[in-house]
């Protein structure tokens, strides 16, 4: 029986070790494809978009030959309305869209920076900003320079509005709090307003297996827990200390843009689903990104902005992977 289970246990080993290179291969095969994506700034104008859908579905309905007027004083307008902007003698006021999807590594950081620097070279005081903001959090240094590329905004001068659709927790809510109007869909997970901080550690079944580990550090801090080595009390305390200290400074960021929330409250790293974050006033409106968008195009024009940055093969790889698990 022992060697039936050993052979069987080498079987379930090789038989992993070939989904993950078929993995690997596939992550390739994608990262490779998608390498050739020119570099730059993708616009497209949303009111456009919207119209042209609306325009197929009344085509469905009307037949060809009904719609044909509609679609003639359409292109008319449309005309008139690239003439005005040709001439910069447009009045109605812009509405910039940007979308931030984040990861740990908050890595749509890159885009945002370009993005809004985009924005900035053009907009006018009364243009407003929409970020759609996707992000369950991740590194303190990452999230907080993403929150920064918000900030330029309002230190614009121009408003700033963030839709939570589905989650802004932790880091993503450090970056959704700097805004002037945060929207959020009724189940959309918000807040998460604390710090972690985890690691193993395999000292023990190093010294099961006679492995030293050797660890050496000048500074008497430099490192204070260790995955391999023996942890003190003082290197506890000091870690912990480190995490008080972010959270303070989480708060802070909380307080200075978002005054209304009670933090002795929020503040505890729970999450809450839209209905209770409004009640909470973490959020100010429960509205998904779609409604406020389709309301707004009645008043302004609205255009989305993307950078498409090229990335590195060990990005793609990364990225790629980070899919796959995901699905």
């Not at 992550?27 to 570099?39: D, H």
């Not at 740990?104 to 945002?112: E, F, G, M, V």
């Not at 009645?298 to 699905?327: H, I, N, Q």
Request: proline share 2%.
């Amino acid at each position: 029986m022992s060697e039936f289970l050993s052979a069987y246990g080498l079987f379930l080993v090789e038989l992993a070790t070939l989904v993950a290179l078929v993995l690997v291969v596939i992550v390739l095969i994608v990262s490779s494809r998608r390498g050739g994506r020119a570099e730059g700034l993708v616009i497209e104008h949303l009111n456009r978009r919207y119209e042209d859908t609306a325009d197929e579905v009344k085509r469905a309905i009307a037949g060809k030959g009904g719609f044909k007027k509609q679609a003639k004083a359409r292109q008319k307008e449309r005309k008139r309305a690239a003439k005005e902007r040709a001439k910069q003698e447009a009045t109605r006021p812009r509405l910039f869209v940007v979308d931030f999807k984040g990861d740990l590594r908050a890595s749509a950081s890159a885009s945002l920076r370009e993005e809004v620097s985009a924005i900035l070279a053009i907009a006018v005081d009364q243009d407003h900003v929409l970020v759609r903001l996707e992000n369950p959090g991740g590194a303190v240094h990452e999230h907080g320079f993403a929150a920064s590329q918000l900030l330029r905004v309002k230190r614009r001068g121009l408003k700033l509005l963030i839709a939570i659709d589905k989650v802004a927790a932790s880091g993503g809510y450090l970056m959704a709090c700097v805004g002037d109007h945060l929207l959020a869909a009724p189940f959309a997970v918000v807040g998460s307003i604390g710090v972690v901080a985890q690691l193993p550690n395999f000292r023990r079944l190093l010294d099961e297996h006679g492995v030293d580990y050797e660890m050496l550090t000048a500074g008497k801090f430099k490192r204070t827990l260790s995955m391999f080595g023996k942890n003190t009390d003082e290197g506890r305390e000091k870690l912990q200390q480190e995490i008080d200290e972010v959270h303070e400074l989480f708060k802070n960021q909380i307080r200075e843009h978002r005054p209304q929330v009670d933090l002795e409250k929020v503040a505890t790293g729970e999450h809450w689903y839209g209905i209770r974050a409004l009640e909470l006033k973490l959020v100010d409106e429960l509205r998904t990104s779609d409604d406020f968008l389709l309301e707004a195009a009645k008043e302004r024009d609205v255009y989305t902005l993307s950078y498409k940055r090229r990335r590195s093969l060990p990005e793609r790889m990364l990225s790629g992977a980070e899919s796959l698990l995901s699905r």
